[in-house]
C-alpha cells in the first residue's frame, strides 16, 4: 500500500502548545511517527544560573502553566534543604492543599481537553465549568488562579484566615459533588469509552522500560507515588489510596484521574481539618551554602525532580528540572502505532502532554 | 533528612554490584591501585551519591537492573566543571540512588544505556545538544530542544557561554 507521510504541527488545533509529529501512514493506520520538540525552549534552566535563589522561585513558576505551584514548591524545598531549614508545619499544609487543589484543577482541564479532542464538547464544557470552582478556591487562597506566588523559601507568603479555611471547606463539598457527578457521567458514558478503550496501549514492561510517572504508568500497572513512596510531611500524616489500573490504555489513564481527583478532595480535606497553628514561614538566610540537594514530588502528571547544586554565591551553579511530561513523550511512537488516523487524538490527549514543561 | 547508613543499608543490593563492577575495572586497568571502593556521600535530602568509572556506568546499569530491579532512571544531570563534565544518572526506588562520573572535555564520551534503559534516550539526546556530550551507541543522537541548524556550540558549556 502506498505510504503517506502527515505533518502535524508544530502548530496545530489538536493541542495548544506546539510540538511536531511526522506521521507515516498505510491508508488509514499510522506505521511510523517521530516527534520533534524544543519550540517553546527557553532555557530555564541556565536563566535559573543569572538570577538569585529568590527570583529563581518566580522563573521555576513558569515552567509549567497548569501545575505552577507544584515547581515553585518543589525548587524552594531542595533550597530550604540546602539552606538546611524547615518550613513550619502550618506552611507545608498550605503548600500540600495548593499541590492537590492544581491535581484537580489539572485532571479537570485534562478530561475537558480529552472530550473536546474526542467531539465530546459536553464533557469539555462540564468540566471547565466545575475546574472554575478550584481556579477560585486557589486565588481565594493565594492571590493568583494560574500562578499563585505563594512560595517563599522557608514558606509560604500568605496565610489562610478561620474565615477563608471554612470557605474552602464549603466549596469542597461542591467540588466533591461535581467530581462524583463527572465521574458518574464519564464512567457510564459509552461514546468516551468505545473512543478510548484499548487505544494508545502502553504494557507494564513498557512503561517500565520507559522510565514513566505518574498517572500515565499507574494506568499500566506500576503502583508508583511520591507522595506515598518517598513521603515527607504532611503526606506520612495523611491516609490517601493511589489508584492503579492494569490495562494500560486510554481508558484506564481516565480512570486513574477521575479517581485520583476524588483522592485529592478527601486529602483536601484532612489537610484543612489538621492544619496546625503557628507561623507561616521560617527565618531563611540569603547566603546560601555550598552543596547540593535533590528534591522530589508528585505533579498532577507524575515525579517531579529538581537538583541544584549551590557555590555559595548570590545564585545556583546549575539547576535541573525533569518534568513529568518528558517521560510520556518517548512513549508516543509506541502507543501511536497502528492507531487509525481518527485515534491520534485520542492517544496523543490520553498522556495529558505539558510541551511547556518537557521544553523548559 | 536520611542518613547516609540508612540508604547504604537500603541500596544493600545496589551497592554490592557497583562494587563488584568497580573491583573488577579497577584490576582490569590498574596496577598498584589500593583504593577499589566507590565513593559514597549523600546528596540531601534523600539521594546517595556514588561516584563510579566513566567505563563502568553501562555494565553498573544493566547489574542494578537484572540484580536490584533498580530500574527507574529519573534522569540525567549535565555540569560542566571546566576541565570536566559531570554526569549524574538519578535512579529512585523510594529514595534516591545516584551514580556520578565525569568525563573529560578533551574526550566527552561514554556508552549510552539506551540498549538496556530506552527511557533514558530524551535525557541523552539533550545533554549530547546542551554539552556536546557523545553517548556510543545511540543511533538517534540529535539535539533534542535546540533549534535545526543551531551553530553556536553546546550552550551550557561553560566555553560557549561564559558559565
Excluded at chain 1, 520507559?210 to 506520612?236: E, H, I, K, M
Excluded at chain 1, 540537594?293 to 507524575?302: H, K, L, N, T
Excluded at chain 2, 557497583?18 to 573491583?23: H, M, T
Excluded at chain 2, 533514558?120 to 539533550?126: H, K, S, V
Amino acid at each position: 500500500m502506498v505510504k503517506t507521510v502527515m505533518p502535524i504541527g508544530p502548530q496545530h488545533p489538536l493541542l495548544k502548545e506546539p510540538i511536531s509529529f511526522q506521521l507515516t501512514l498505510e491508508g488509514e493506520h499510522v506505521t511510523d511517527s517521530a516527534l520533534r520538540m524544543g519550540y517553546v525552549h527557553r532555557g530555564i534552566e541556565r536563566m535559573c544560573q543569572r538570577r538569585s535563589y529568590i527570583q529563581n522561585i518566580h522563573l521555576v513558576e513558569r515552567v509549567c502553566g497548569i501545575c505552577s505551584h507544584v515547581h515553585a514548591f518543589t525548587y524552594c524545598q531542595a533550597v530550604e534543604t540546602l539552606l538546611d531549614i524547615e518550613a513550619p508545619p502550618r506552611a507545608v499544609y498550605l503548600r500540600a492543599l495548593l499541590c492537590e487543589l492544581e491535581r484537580i484543577h489539572s485532571h479537570l482541564l485534562w478530561l475537558g481537553v480529552l472530550g473536546q479532542n474526542i467531539g465530546l464538547d459536553t464533557v469539555f464544557m462540564y468540566a471547565w465549568r466545575d475546574r472554575e470552582i478550584v481556579l477560585d478556591v486557589m486565588e481565594a487562597l493565594s492571590g493568583g488562579r494560574v500562578s499563585h506566588a505563594i512560595n517563599v523559601i522557608g514558606g509560604t507568603r500568605r496565610d489562610i484566615t478561620a474565615k477563608q479555611q471554612a470557605h474552602v471547606m464549603e466549596q469542597l463539598d461542591l467540588l466533591e459533588q461535581q467530581v462524583e457527578l463527572a465521574y458518574d457521567f464519564v464512567v457510564h458514558e459509552r461514546t468516551l469509552q468505545a473512543r478510548t478503550r484499548g487505544i494508545g496501549h502502553l504494557s507494564l514492561e513498557q512503561v517500565k522500560r520507559y522510565c514513566v510517572v505518574g498517572p500515565v504508568a499507574r494506568a499500566s500497572g506500576l503502583d508508583v507515588d511520591v507522595r506515598r513512596d518517598s513521603p515527607r510531611p504532611p503526606y506520612d500524616a495523611l491516609s490517601f489510596k493511589v489508584p492503579v489500573h492494569h490495562d494500560g490504555d486510554v481508558w484506564a489513564r481516565t480512570l486513574i484521574r477521575m479517581e485520583e481527583m476524588r483522592e485529592s478532595v478527601y486529602l483536601c480535606r484532612q489537610l484543612l481539618a489538621d492544619l496546625p497553628d503557628g507561623p507561616v514561614t521560617t527565618r531563611a538566610a540569603r547566603r546560601v551554602p555550598a552543596g547540593e540537594a535533590i528534591s522530589r514530588s508528585e505533579a498532577p502528571r507524575g515525579e517531579v525532580f529538581y537538583y541544584i547544586r549551590s557555590d555559595g554565591s548570590d545564585s545556583p551553579a546549575r539547576v535541573k528540572i525533569r518534568t513529568p511530561t518528558l517521560t510520556s513523550l518517548i512513549t508516543l511512537p509506541d502507543q501511536l502505532a497502528d492507531v487509525a488516523v481518527a485515534d491520534i487524538s485520542v492517544v496523543l490527549s490520553g498522556v495529558d502532554l505539558c510541551i511547556a514543561c518537557a521544553d523548559r | 533528612m536520611t542518613s547516609i547508613d540508612s540508604l547504604s543499608a537500603f541500596f544493600s543490593c545496589a551497592l554490592g554490584q557497583i562494587q563488584a563492577v568497580v573491583a573488577e575495572s579497577v584490576s582490569d586497568n590498574q596496577e598498584g591501585q589500593t583504593e577499589d571502593d566507590a565513593p559514597m556521600r549523600l546528596i540531601p535530602h534523600d539521594d546517595l551519591a556514588v561516584t563510579v568509572p566513566s567505563e563502568s556506568v553501562h555494565e553498573i546499569v544493566a547489574r542494578l537492573m537484572e540484580h536490584c530491579d533498580l530500574a527507574h532512571l529519573t534522569t540525567i544531570t549535565a555540569i560542566d566543571e571546566g576541565e570536566t563534565v559531570t554526569l549524574k544518572y538519578h535512579f529512585w526506588q523510594e529514595h534516591g540512588l545516584t551514580l556520578e562520573t565525569w568525563l573529560s572535555v578533551d574526550d566527552l564520551s561514554i556508552k549510552s544505556i539506551i540498549d538496556i534503559l530506552p527511557g533514558a534516550a530524551f535525557y541523552e539526546r539533550e545533554i549530547f545538544g546542551m554539552f556536546g556530550v557523545d553517548f556510543v551507541g545511540h543511533e538517534d543522537l540529535r539535539p533534542l530542544l535546540l533549534p535545526d541548524g543551531w551553530q553556536a556550540g553546546p550552550p551550557l558549556r561553560k566555553e560557549t557561554n561564559d558559565g
